[in-house]
């Protein structure tokens, strides 16, 4: 999550959370309710840590350090996205996760705070790094890797089907979005989930390219969050 687009670029007064035609919920298009509104509310300012809020470590805080861009998922935000994890996958204890762009590793930290078996944390900027360092030390999360390294050249030293949870959230302009869904791809196991944050929707042909859909998605303030699965009916070019 280093080097990203500031939260303070703007926010949408509602949050929509939203299932798309012919995905797995037959819920309709609604306006999320207040608390998931205040996730747009927690976009639209400056953010100096996040909690974990769930689990083990539950309401332990995270530092948000002072890094140009850093972007950390609001918790509301988290909420949201690991009651859909928790719908598909009700145990975690097996899961393997990785997070590409982990930043201050509140997605990854969360999901071992949840149960899962291992989670690598990925990131390039060194002071990061230390500070994830820390924090794995300060919870004894035995289970979490952290790698100071680039996420696609580590990534692609790794077998296929790897994981059953890939976090992607990269930086908004950095044109990585693409790449790391073509890796997440692969490293993904048939049944398992990808959850991509990006400053629009994505385009669901992108998707394809790569045998993906989209299962959920929402949007808090500019951010566009979406879990996604593989689509076993097809396969990518």
Partial sequence: ??????????AARQTIVRPLKGSVTKHRDRVAPAGARRAARDIAGAVNRVRIIGGLWKRTPLPVLDTAGLRPTPDRVRETLFNWIEHFVPALE???????FAG??????????????????????RQLTDQLTQTKRKLAAEQVDIIAADALTTAARWPDASFEVIFIDPPFDAALLAPALATAARLITPDGLIYVESGAPIDESLLARYGLQIARVGRAGRVHFHLLRQNLSHKPA
């Fill in 1 to 10: 999550m280093a080097n990203k687009r500031s939260k303070g670029e703007g």
């Fill in 94 to 100: 097996a899961v393997r996760a990785l997070d590409f």
């Fill in 104 to 125: 201050t590793g509140a997605l990854g930290f969360e999901i071992a705070s949840r149960g899962a078996q291992r989670v690598t944390l990925i990131e390039n900027n």
